[in-house]
């Protein structure tokens, strides 16, 4: 029976097209890797100053790669500096939030999807596919929690303060990547949950504290930001299940202003300082100077000044 022309072409093309439809389901296209990036990337890597100017909001963003060119070379997922960070050759390794880091299965993803060719894949629209939205800002006087404030850490200091951060060590051992750590007091408490005037870390981004934070300002945080940070340490920096913190007692802090004279004694930028017989004084600070403060907390939350030096 002589076989039809046109069945011929379909029996050739048949395993052909068998094999193509194996290949796109297993390969990887943009759209698989895409709630990875918004999940984990964009809130650093998007807005005004992304990290060495790498937007990692859109796929024409990423093809775009950094100041320093290609971050993905196409059918090169060793050579590809996404690949390297994710895995921690290049250091610091991404997400610089982490640990936790990516799963082997999703790092696997990305490196599938490089060999492949980078494909888009067809669910994406060619237009920029919906952002990361982080938790929406509370209008002023709203309940804060840890959720709204974690985004401007994780993009503005985490950075530098985080195990490593691009320093190295994070400075003076403080890291601004969790919860937990930014309420840490093993050294010394620098957020005192209900008192923005005696949390160092209030101090630092308003600049009464030097350097001021974040290190590599200006830009510093905008009003806004800053405004949110202490609404959040004053009604007790709670989670971001809303639990508030509890407040460390016996904890140190160590705190820099501007000393004035005030009240019964002396102030640091507002902060009354009560000085007794204990407190050690050198250096013999004026009104006007710029100071240390050291103390320690005590269970009302209130501040035993246990030493001031001028600085
Ligand atoms: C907390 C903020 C933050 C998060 C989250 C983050 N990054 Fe980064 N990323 C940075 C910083 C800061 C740098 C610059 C580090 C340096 O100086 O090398 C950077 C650098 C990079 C670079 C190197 C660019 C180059 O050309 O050298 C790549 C690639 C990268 N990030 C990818 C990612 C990916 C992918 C994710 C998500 C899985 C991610 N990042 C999540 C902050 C972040
Ligand atoms: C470019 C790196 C860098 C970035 C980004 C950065 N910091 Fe720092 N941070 C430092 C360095 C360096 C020090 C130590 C400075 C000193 O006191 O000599 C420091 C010190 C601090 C301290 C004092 C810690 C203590 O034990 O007293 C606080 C608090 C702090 N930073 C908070 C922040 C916050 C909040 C941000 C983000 C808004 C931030 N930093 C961003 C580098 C950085």
Not at 179 to 192: I, P, S
Request: hydrophobic share 40%.
């Amino acid at each position: 029976m002589p076989v039809h022309p046109r069945h011929t072409l379909t029996i050739y093309l048949l395993p052909a097209l068998l094999a193509h439809a194996a290949a796109t389901a297993a390969e990887p296209t943009y759209s698989d890797i895409l709630p990875i990036l918004q999940s984990r990337c964009v809130f650093c890597h998007s807005g005004q100053l992304p990290p060495q100017d790498l937007h990692l909001d859109s796929l024409e963003h990423l093809l775009a790669g950094s100041q320093n060119g290609a971050i993905v070379q196409a059918g090169d997922p060793a050579g590809s500096e996404l690949i390297k960070r994710l895995k921690g050759i290049s250091q610091p390794r991404m997400p610089m939030s982490g640990p936790p880091y990516l799963s082997d299965a999703q790092i696997d993803l990305f490196e599938r999807w490089i060999a492949n060719g980078l494909k888009p894949g067809d669910a994406i629209p060619a237009q920029e596919p919906a952002g990361f939205s982080p938790a929406p800002s509370p209008q002023p006087g709203a309940a804060v929690n840890y959720s709204h404030v974690a985004a401007i850490f994780a993009r503005r200091c985490v950075t530098c303060h985080s195990q490593p951060g691009i320093l190295g060590a994070p400075p003076e051992g403080y890291v601004l990547s969790s919860y937990a750590t930014t309420l840490a007091t093993d050294e010394r408490a620098r957020v005192v949950p209900g008192s923005a005037e005696a949390s160092e870390l209030v101090r630092r981004i308003r600049g009464q504290a030097r350097p001021r934070m974040p290190y590599d300002g200006p830009p510093f945080l905008d009003d806004a930001e800053i405004a949110l940070i202490v609404d959040w340490i004053e009604q007790g920096a709670r989670d971001a299940q809303g639990i508030p913190a509890r407040i460390a007692h016996a904890s140190k802090v160590r705190l820099h202003g501007t000393l004035a004279a005030g009240g019964a004694g002396w102030q640091l930028d507002g902060l009354p300082l009560e000085i007794n017989a204990a407190t050690r004084v050198d250096d013999s600070p004026q009104p006007g100077d710029y100071v240390q403060v050291r103390g320690r907390l005590r269970p009302d939350g209130s501040l035993a000044v246990e030493r001031i030096r001028a600085r």
